[in-house]
C-alpha cells in the first residue's frame, strides 16, 4: 500500500492547511529561505517559501490580479511599474497586460524563486523574457532606497512579498515605506500585499497605520486567495493624490482586460473596497470582537 503524502502549511499554531502531495519535485535551502515545489491534489503545482504557501495553480490568478490591476487601472497612465519581491513572475504577467506600460522593474532577492518559476510555473513566468521587463536579483529594500536617493520615479509600486518574517520584515517597516513614497512623488500608487484580516488582523492593521501616516489617500481591499490563511486577503492601496476608490471605475480600460482575465472585473474590484465591520473598527481604532492573539511566525508552531 502507498504511503499518502502530506505538506503542512500552518496557518497558525493550531490550523494548517494540508496538501495531499501527488510528486514532489523540488526541496532545497536558499541563502534566504527553504523552497519547496510539488504537485498536489485540487491545487496542482505548488510554490512554498518558507514552509508558507506562496504560489499554486489553482488561485495564483486572484492573487496576482487583485495586486496589479487594482492600482493600474487608478492610475490615469501607469509608464513605469516596481514590483518588490514576485520572482514568480505572476504579478509582472499581470502588469504587462496593460499597453500603457512601458518599463517594469522586478526586484527579488531570492534568484532561485525566479528559476523554479521559469521551471514549474510557466503560466506566471510567461512575462520575465519581455522586452518591457527589467529583472534584477538583488535586494529591493536597498533598491528602492538608492533610486529614491538617485531622484528616480516610478508611477505604481508593488510590493509582492511574504510576509513579515525573516528577510521580508524590513519591506512592512515606515522606513521603506517612506523611500516607495518618495520614488512616487504626488501621483503614483503604492499597493503592498497586507496579509490575512481572518488570522492576522494585527498586520492588516498595522500596514494601513504606516502607509495613512505618509499618504494622504489610503484604502484597504480584499481578494479571494484559497490557500492563503482564511481564504481572503488583503491589500493597502496609497496615494498622495489618487483616491484609488473612486478612480478603478475607468470601465473601457477594465473591459479591454477582462476577456484576458481570470478573476478580477470591474465590479469585482469595486466591490473589493466593502469591508467587514470587524475590519473597519479595526482600521478605525475602535473596540471589536474579542479575537484571539495569534503568534506571528510561522516557523515557531513547531509543525
Not at 149 to 160: K, R
Not at 242 to 249: E, F, G, P
Amino acid at each position: 500500500m502507498t504511503e499518502t503524502k502530506r505538506y503542512f502549511d500552518p496557518w497558525t499554531k493550531h490550523t494548517h492547511l494540508t496538501f495531499t502531495v501527488k510528486e514532489f519535485y523540488e526541496s532545497f535551502e536558499t541563502p534566504y529561505q527553504t523552497i519547496d515545489v510539488f504537485e498536489a491534489e485540487d491545487f496542482g503545482t505548488v510554490l512554498a517559501l518558507g514552509g508558507v504557501t506562496n504560489v499554486t495553480d489553482r488561485d495564483e490568478s486572484g492573487y496576482h490580479e487583485m495586486l496589479a490591476h487594482v492600482p493600474l487601472l487608478a492610475h490615469p497612465n501607469p509608464k513605469r511599474v516596481l514590483i518588490i519581491g514576485g520572482g514568480d513572475g505572476g504579478t509582472l504577467r499581470e502588469v504587462l497586460r496593460h499597453p500603457e506600460v512601458e518599463l517594469a522593474v522586478l526586484v527579488d532577492i531570492d534568484g532561485e524563486v525566479i528559476r523554479v518559476a521559469r521551471q514549474y510555473f510557466p503560466q506566471c513566468a510567461v512575462a520575465l523574457d519581455d522586452p518591457r521587463a527589467e529583472i534584477i536579483v538583488g535586494d529591493g529594500l536597498a533598491y528602492v532606497e538608492v533610486a529614491a536617493a538617485q531622484g528616480a520615479h516610478f508611477d505604481v509600486i508593488l510590493v509582492d512579498s511574504t510576509d513579515p518574517v525573516d528577510a521580508a520584515v524590513e519591506l512592512f517597516t515606515e522606513t521603506f515605506y517612506r523611500h516607495c513614497a518618495k520614488l512616487l512623488g504626488e501621483h503614483g500608487i503604492l499597493v503592498p500585499q497586507s496579509d490575512s484580516p481572518t488570522f492576522y488582523l494585527s498586520r492588516v492593521t498595522d500596514v494601513y497605520a504606516k502607509l495613512a501616516n505618509i499618504f494622504r489617500n489610503t484604502s484597504l481591499y480584499m481578494g479571494q486567495v484559497t490557500a492563503y490563511p482564511g481564504g481572503v486577503w488583503a491589500y493597502t492601496a496609497a496615494s498622495q493624490t489618487i483616491d484609488v476608490r473612486l478612480n478603478t471605475q475607468r470601465n473601457d480600460r477594465i473591459a479591454r482586460l477582462e476577456p484576458q482575465l481570470r478573476y478580477a472585473n470591474a465590479e469585482f474590484i469595486q466591490a473589493a473596497f466593502a469591508l467587514p465591520t470587524y475590519v473597519k473598527r479595526a482600521l478605525a481604532g475602535e473596540p471589536g470582537l474579542n479575537l484571539p492573539a495569534l503568534g506571528d511566525d510561522p516557523t515557531g508552531f513547531g509543525v
